[in-house]
Antibody, heavy 128, light 109 residues
Framework: QVQLQESGPGLVKPSQTLSLTCTVS??????????WSWIRQPAGKGLEWIGRIYTSGSTNYNPSLKSRVTISVDTSKNQFSLKLSSVTAADTAVYYCAREPYNYDILTGYSGYYFDYWGQGTLVTVSS | QSALTQPASVSGSPGQSITISCTGTSSDVGSYNLVSWYQQHPGKAPKLMIYEGSKRPSGVSNRFSGSKSGNTASLTISGLQAEDEADYYC?????????FGGGTKLTVL
C-alpha cells in the first residue's frame, strides 16, 4: 500500500520561499508510470493543482504559479519536493502531495491523470 | 485557464439520487475523457471516487457513477446515505496542466 507524507515548516515569512518534501513509502517512486504532484487548498476554499514531476525530472506547472514554483525529485530518497518563492498570505493553505498514474498509447490516446493516493496534507501559514 | 464550474451546493434526502455537474471547455473536459471526481470530508484528504470519466476505483460503492456530454461531466450518487455528505470536486486533464472545479457541498437532508 503506497503512502505519502508531507513534511516541512508550518510557518513561512512573507517574501520567503516555502519548501515542502513528500516521502513515498510502500513502493519505489521510480516504478511504474506515475507523475508525482502537489495540490493545495486554502482554508474553506477549493483545490488548486500546483504541478507535477516525473522521475526523469520532466515537470508541468500551473500557469498561474509557474514563475514561482519548482518541483524536484530525489529517487535515492524516494522523495519529491516543492519550492514556492516570494510567498504572500495568499499562499497560506493545506498542501497535499499525490500520486498520478498516466499513460499514452498511440492507438487509444491518453489515460490516467487522476490522483489515486494522497498525503494527509500539511498546513503552511505565511505570516511575519 | 479557469477553474471548472460546479454548483456551490446540492442537497437530497436519504435514498434519493443527486447529480453534480462540472462544466469546462473544449480544451479540457471536452477534449479528453480524463475527468476524475473526489470526495472530501472535513479535515480529511480528498478521496478518488471516479476516474477517466466513469470508472470506479476498487472499494468505491457502485452508487457513484460518472458520465460526460460535450464539455460537461457529471457525478451521480444514487441511494443517498448520510455518509455521502461531503464536498465533491471534479478535475480534468487539460494538456500538460490540470484543472479542478470549485467544489460542491452535498447536504443529505
Amino acid at each position: 500500500q503506497v503512502q505519502l507524507q508531507e513534511s516541512g515548516p508550518g510557518l513561512v515569512k512573507p517574501s520567503q520561499t516555502l519548501s515542502l518534501t513528500c516521502t513515498v513509502s510502500g513502493g519505489s517512486i521510480s516504478s511504474g508510470s506515475y507523475y508525482w504532484s502537489w495540490i493545495r487548498q486554502p482554508a474553506g476554499k477549493g483545490l488548486e493543482w500546483i504541478g507535477r514531476i516525473y522521475t526523469s525530472g520532466s515537470t508541468n506547472y500551473n500557469p498561474s504559479l509557474k514563475s514561482r514554483v519548482t518541483i524536484s525529485v530525489d529517487t535515492s530518497k524516494n522523495q519529491f519536493s516543492l519550492k514556492l518563492s516570494s510567498v504572500t498570505a495568499a499562499d497560506t493553505a493545506v498542501y497535499y502531495c499525490a500520486r498520478e498514474p498516466y499513460n499514452y498509447d498511440i492507438l487509444t490516446g491518453y489515460s490516467g491523470y487522476y490522483f489515486d493516493y494522497w498525503g494527509q496534507g500539511t498546513l503552511v501559514t505565511v505570516s511575519s | 485557464q479557469s477553474a471548472l464550474t460546479q454548483p456551490a451546493s446540492v442537497s437530497g434526502s436519504p435514498g434519493q439520487s443527486i447529480t453534480i455537474s462540472c462544466t469546462g471547455t473544449s480544451s479540457d473536459v471536452g477534449s479528453y475523457n480524463l475527468v476524475s471526481w473526489y470526495q472530501q470530508h472535513p479535515g480529511k484528504a480528498p478521496k478518488l471516487m471516479i476516474y477517466e470519466g466513469s470508472k470506479r476505483p476498487s472499494g468505491v460503492s457502485n452508487r457513484f457513477s460518472g458520465s460526460k456530454s460535450g464539455n460537461t461531466a457529471s457525478l451521480t450518487i444514487s441511494g443517498l446515505q448520510a455518509e455521502d455528505e461531503a464536498d465533491y470536486y471534479c478535475c480534468s486533464y487539460a494538456g500538460s496542466s490540470t484543472l479542478f472545479g470549485g467544489g460542491t457541498k452535498l447536504t443529505v437532508l
